[in-house]
């Protein structure tokens, strides 16, 4: 199914006392561009939440914000640096006496000091990233669930882009198909108007015919073009992302057209060209949203 590069995925799950709220974001990006933003105490978690992106997202520019809220008291060792505690004491009971001014002490505003209070966090790093990774995973379903659904509309848009694309081959084919009949006609009216004479040397009027035919024939690029075509066609049903193939098809449908543009001796088939190539220009810019 064609994916949009652009979501949005969010997920928020409490387990044990932790809350996790985890975002995913993405834009379009001709690589894969992962920037991962993460609460310091599991900040060593980046590693594994890029691989897990990276294994279910293949192009855009992805930023994740993961958000940590922790209530819990497993794991927690709380230790106050008495030492340290007693000599901030001290000395302000030393300022107190010195200026005159009162010892009331708050143990609470102590224990705010640097390094008086102490937490450590000794939870299992294994069961930490399961519960990450478990709200990390409900986020990336819902950001490609709405990927899949901007995909879709960008599916239909381009089904009908790509029919006018075949429809406008299939005129040019026509035209195309009697150019050199009637080429032949006014090449041959013409010669006998500058000679004023009906008779036309037919070898001479035949090799100037192959000519006109080997410089203007443009069956080769249609025969291609309807190639492209078909693999485009194709390609919208395919599961696997398929943004850089797309991105290849239409340089060559491009090249196809301009190849026309510069043979067509046919004002009909001129326009269709330039009708040709806005819409395959609609179409170069569409696909640069698909994954």
Not at 100 to 111: L, M, R, V
């Amino acid at each position: 199914m064609i994916r949009s590069m652009t979501g949005f995925g969010r997920s928020k799950i409490e387990i044990e006392g932790k809350e996790y709220n985890v975002e995913i974001r993405s834009v379009n990006h001709k690589y894969t561009d992962i920037s991962v933003k993460l609460p310091r105490q599991i900040s060593y978690l980046e590693d594994k939440i890029r691989k897990t992106i990276a294994d279910k997202i293949s192009r855009g520019k992805i930023d994740i914000f993961v958000g940590l809220q922790d209530y819990s008291e497993n794991g927690k060792d709380i230790k106050i640096n008495r030492e340290i505690a007693k000599a901030y004491i001290n000395e302000f009971k030393a300022l107190a006496e010195e200026t005159g001014i009162s010892q009331d002490i708050n143990i609470i505003d102590i224990a705010k000091l640097p390094e008086v209070l102490n937490i450590k966090n000794e939870e299992n790093e294994d069961e930490i990233w399961n519960e990450v990774s478990t709200a990390l995973n409900l986020a990336i379903d819902n950001f490609i669930e709405m990927r899949e659904i901007e995909g879709k509309k960008i599916k239909e848009d381009l089904k009908n882009r790509i029919k006018y694309v075949s429809d406008k081959v299939e005129e040019i084919k026509k035209y195309s198909s009697g150019l050199i009949e009637e080429y032949i006609v006014k090449l041959e009216n013409r010669i006998k108007e500058l000679l004023k004479t009906d008779v036309v040397d037919k070898d001479r009027l035949a090799q100037e015919i192959v000519i006109f035919s080997d410089k203007s024939s443009i069956e080769e690029e249609l025969t291609r073009l309807d190639s492209h075509i078909n693999q485009f066609v194709n390609l919208l049903e395919k599961d696997s992302p398929v943004g850089k193939k797309f991105d290849f098809i239409i340089q060559e449908m491009n090249r196809e057209v301009n190849t026309i543009g510069s043979k067509a001796n046919c004002l009909e088939i001129t326009n269709r060209v330039i009708e040709l190539k806005t819409e395959i220009e609609n179409i170069r810019e569409q696909i640069q949203n698909i994954e």
